[in-house]
């Protein structure tokens, strides 16, 4: 990402401020405007009313931040903590480039005000917007985390990359005769995350394109797998659908997959093609929902 570029605005002590002709001013005033002629125009993005007064935007490099933020679109910032499950900007205190990270559900904003001498440090989970995978970074290592407000994704950038998928309702119970899934992967970030309870309505058994579904491998054994049930055309005509099971956190164009392949990344397989009546058997149920869990602290080692 790029933050664009500031203008120096410092301005030196009066007695250090030399006097000049008018042609010297006039000289300065033409080198200033080339310079600034030439600075790279980073452009702007439009701001939501409902933005923080201060909020910047950040533009996203070509290395993209997953389905969020594919590359050419651009962050709107606003210079307060993140809440529970935000989108958010960490600046660290090693320097670089500010990052983008997803926010855990146990994070809380006090965690940024710890005391210096302190012998334990709060721990925020983070996830990785692009495949998913989460861990924990010690809050002494961020100088700030700011939230996210929203993405600018131009015309152009969504029609090359698409829409990002909905996401699921967060419930606080259970609704009546839904089975709960513990979701142990990313294979459908950033519908669901690792650690999240899923919510299964067994009621629905219907073959859905676009669904996600618990199927089950074995009969309805426990052998299980939320996937996305997608209907695809083919022959000449498209007159002949099958059916496919997908991850939803599939690469989407060359350039994610070239970034899944590198030392460490994640891929998950599709499975398919299938008849109508092969596939509906196997579906369990239709995922509708997220269950809201307690906040939960998450404490590291001494200092």
Known sequence: MSQGNSL???????????????????????AATDL?????????????????????????????????????????????????????????????????????????????????????FPLIELFDPTDGRHGYVDCCSLEKLYRIHSVHVPDEVRKQF??????????????EGCRERHVRDACNYPVLRTNDVALVDVSKTTLEHGALCLIAWEGRGDRCSILQTNRRKTGSDGSAPVWWVDPINRPRGPGMLERRQRPGGL????????????LQPKIVGTVIGILRMEQRVALGGAA
């Not at 983008?100 to 904003?109: A, E, M, Q």
């Not at 698409?162 to 609704?175: E, F, I, K, M, R």
Request: net charge negative; proline share 15%.
């Open 8 to 30: 120096d605005t410092t301005v030196a002590p009066a007695d250090q401020v030399e006097t000049r002709t008018p042609d010297e001013v006039a000289a300065l005033d033409t």
């Open 36 to 120: 600034l002629t030439e600075r790279p125009v980073m452009g702007h993005v439009p701001c939501p009313l409902d933005a923080h007064p201060d909020a910047y935007a950040l533009r996203i490099n070509k290395d993209g931040a997953g389905m969020h933020a594919p590359p050419g679109s651009a962050v709107i910032v606003e210079p307060i903590p993140p809440a529970p499950h935000d989108l958010a900007v960490a600046y660290f205190k090693d320097g670089g480039t500010p990052s983008i990270w997803h926010v855990g559900n146990s994070f809380r904003s006090e965690f940024l005000d710890y005391h210096p001498d302190s012998e334990v």
């Open 162 to 175: 698409g829409a990002p998928p909905d996401s699921l309702p967060v419930l606080d119970v259970a609704p």
């Open 267 to 278: 891929l998950w397989s599709s499975d398919g093609p299938y008849k109508p009546e092969h």
